[in-house]
């Protein structure tokens, strides 16, 4: 007669027995994989690195051989899987959708307060954008230029001769990048 493994037993039964030890109905040769596995699973929620996992295990049982150890991390991700598959990164898209969602239906409602706490929950959700220095392989590969007007005429200027470049011409450059312009540059540009 062919004996159930641990996976293979109800889970109900395996409940019970997780509940109460003393007074449980699993068969006497599983549990000490029953014992295992919980160990397993309590180790993977604080060490989510299976060899870790094992490593700790193996120090626990001491007769324990390292594939059997192995052995029963997989089966603790199997019994308990909640916890050891939870996939954050489709978890995070799918928030972000429920809570874009919920800003369109807000703004179609014209429901502005529902509106603005949408917002909050999606700035809240994303978290801030991490700065991030410019890479200077990018650099290498792809050269940035900067276009500067001068007389209706486009001048390109490299970004590494713009950074070699004196202080004060720099200067002289960027403020005149930004400048005001009257009501008939305005016309101009609008009729062009």
């Not at 000490?32 to 596995?37: C, D, N, Q, S, V």
């Not at 700035?123 to 410019?134: N, V």
Request: aromatic letters at 6%; one cysteine or more.
């Amino acid at each position: 007669m062919s004996r159930k493994a641990l996976e293979d037993q109800d889970h109900l039964l395996i409940k019970d027995a997780i509940l109460d030890p003393e007074n449980h109905p699993l068969p006497a040769h599983l549990q000490e994989p029953l014992e295992r596995t919980i160990q397993a699973a309590k180790l993977l929620d604080k060490n989510p690195v299976q060899k870790h996992a094992v490593a700790i295990l193996q120090v626990k049982y001491p007769k324990l051989s390292r594939s059997q150890a192995f052995e029963d991390c997989k089966r603790a991700m199997r019994i308990f899987n909640s916890i050891h598959t939870f996939d954050y990164d489709w978890w995070h898209h799918w928030l972000l959708q429920d809570i874009a969602g919920m800003i369109m239906e807000a703004k179609n409602e014209k429901n502005l307060k529902a509106w603005a706490m949408g917002h909050k929950n999606l700035l809240t959700a994303m978290g801030e954008r991490p700065e991030t220095e410019l890479d200077a392989k990018l650099i290498e590969k792809h050269p940035i230029t900067i276009a500067v007007q001068v007389n209706n005429q486009t001048v390109n200027i490299d970004y590494n001769q713009f950074l070699k470049m004196p202080v004060e011409a720099r200067k002289v450059i960027t403020d005149n990048l930004d400048q005001e312009i009257d009501d008939v540059q305005a016309e101009e540009i609008m009729n062009s």
